[in-house]
């Protein structure tokens, strides 16, 4: 992959970085979907990027995708977390939508 391209696939990448935590915060849920496929794709693209010398532009846009993808994912971590709490509440059951172990004494001697 060229230097140009690159760049272009960083700048798309925080684009739709920057439109998922619009959508998250929307909770938007075709946004966000249609996010996750963009990212997907444009990580596609990517992967065969392996073999460049990134310039500092490149290194500076790279940085700030992986920042921006872990804000995304801890949104996206307590959206998770406030609807399992709200299951909870509605269902009466805390434990109702959470795996519990099925082996957690079987190891175990009297």
């Not at 998250?24 to 693209?45: E, H, N, P, R, S």
């Amino acid at each position: 992959m060229e230097m140009g391209t690159m760049r272009e696939t960083l700048r798309k990448m925080l684009a739709v970085l920057e439109a998922e935590r619009q959508a998250l915060a929307g909770l938007d849920l075709d946004a966000i979907v249609g996010a996750a496929q963009d990212k997907g794709q444009l990580c596609g693209t990517l992967d065969g990027a392996n073999d460049v010398d990134l310039d500092e532009e490149c290194r500076a846009m790279l940085d700030a995708a992986r920042r921006q993808n872990e804000v995304n994912r801890q949104v996206r971590n307590l959206v998770a977390a406030n609807v399992s709490t709200r299951l909870d509440v509605l269902s009466g059951d805390a434990g109702l939508y959470r795996a519990q172990p099925a082996y957690g004494y079987a190891g175990t001697r009297a």
